[in-house]
């Protein structure tokens, strides 16, 4: 357990470091805030950049689902003991 004088002072300094506290709670939010705008502004601008290149280019037939001359395994299991 700390010693007296130290909880005293620790209570005398409360509210500075709550009005610290909140400061960088208010900063911290404000710059989140601005990384959301930012991030946001850049899915729009890609999302429209990928819609005008889709819409550009002629429809396409989708991409095989499997390679060619693919096999496929067995389940077949050995007899042999």
Known sequence: MPPKHEEENAVARLP???DRIERATRESQTI???E???REA???RLREQRLLSQSSESPR???PKGKAGARKASNKTSDAR
């Open 61 to 63: 037939t989708p991409a």
């Open 36 to 38: 959301r705008q930012a």
């Open 16 to 18: 500075q470091d709550k």
């Open 32 to 34: 989140i805030d601005l």
């Open 42 to 44: 850049k899915t729009a």
